[in-house]
């Protein structure tokens, strides 16, 4: 009597593979394969499928989605039904055999041989029909490791592979099972030879396929290696020094931004900076390239100390690797508070939990110490460096130093010099004007103090501190 191979314990199956017998074969082994293959592909997608991943896989969902059905509704259940008839089948085709065998009669023998013959021809069918769904799953396969849940490669790469593995049994057995029949056959056997090859022919592309996604996970933990070797060499180069000045932290926030931008396509796997200003997002250098798992929280602590109360803008602790920073701020603070946390983080060896008043890059009333300062300079230096503010002010303002004049009052306000010394009163006044002015000699862009992320005031200082502008 047949049982349902897929009714019993996976210890039991995997025992009936191992007795030494023929049922279940290699037949039902591939698409057992083919099945592991299904259900690894629909469980990636269904990750893909999240809430939290429907806005960054949108484009790709409503495929994935598709092929999700035509595994589900079709494939798997295809491959359940093979899996046992390869057992029956090929059980058929053996028993045959064994009777064609033990027969004496020679004219007997002979018709059990070609009914061996025929079911054995049932049982190259089956591995053809297994080779044609594991390709179908092999190509899904692919398109699944590409566009679909990044974090579960792992699992549409065995898929891959379990699929490729399926149809390279099959073709074996196939070729196998041929070697059985005679001239008398050669159409048949002609038939399933040229319907092979075109197999075979589509089995070595895959395989490729196969290796090729091997070789981009390769690539990419070599690519990382080199990501986290850099850092390494500019973390000790940093830390190994008792004193740094602000030019050496300069010099700091210099390396480490061209740091991100050589490795932007590994940081940012998706939506790759295409302008160096755009590499400077703190939190992600955080997180991608110093390994510190970054927060945003709602609210940190309220703290006293000498110079008065304040509420927690920022905490770093260097022994775990974790930056939290608060929400309760607006986001230019938040942003240069992560900055400043990031310059510790390079740049000092604090061995405790430090916490951190809320900064936005502009002078405070009270006494920082050294380690504070340097944080801020490395905060500063970081978000609006020196080369980058430049070349953006001169594209925006069509100078390098911008000077009142005729023509620059006209540009700026449409109005004549005394009426923008007016409006503006002093130098801060007019760096405030042109941080956060939108608009010059017809032409509009986004504020330069919005392009850095950083507010109008911080701007405004840093425009002065590089000499940009003259009262």
Known sequence: ???????????????????GKHKPGSGSAAALQGMLTAKLLTTVISLTNLPKRQKKYGKYLPNLLKMDKKIQERIFPKLTELFQEDAIQFDK????????DNENDVVKSNLLGKKALKELKGAIDIPIEITKLCIELAEIA??????????????????LSGAVAGIAGCLSIIQLNLLSFGSDEYSWTSKINTETKRLKKRFIELNKIAESKIEKLENEVSDKAQLYKDVDKLLRDLKSKTKLTYKEIEVAASDFQNLLWKHKELIWINNTPNHPAKVLQPGIALKKALAYNFVQVEKLDIIDDEYGTFETAGIIDQK???????????????????????????????????RDRPINGTSDNFKRNITERQADKFATNFLMPAKLVKNEFVEMFQTERFIIDELTAFN????????????????????????SSERYNNQSFVSIAELFNVSFSAMAIRLEELGLIEY
């Open 1 to 19: 009597m047949n049982i349902n191979l897929l009714e019993i314990t996976t210890d039991e199956l995997l025992e009936k593979f191992g007795a």
């Open 320 to 354: 775990d690797r974790i930056v939290l920073v608060s929400n309760n701020f607006d986001k230019n603070t938040q942003n240069f508070t992560t900055a400043h946390e990031l310059g510790h983080a390079l740049l000092h060896k604090q061995a405790v939990l430090h």
């Open 412 to 435: 700026l306000i449409k109005d004549s010099p005394s009426k923008l010394r007016k409006d503006c009163k002093n130098l801060r006044g007019l760096a405030l004007k042109l941080a």
């Open 142 to 159: 692919d398109y699944v490791f590409d566009n679909a849940f990044q974090g579960a490669r792992g699992d549409s790469q065995v898929a």
């Open 93 to 100: 085709a053996i028993t045959a055999r064994k009777e064609r």
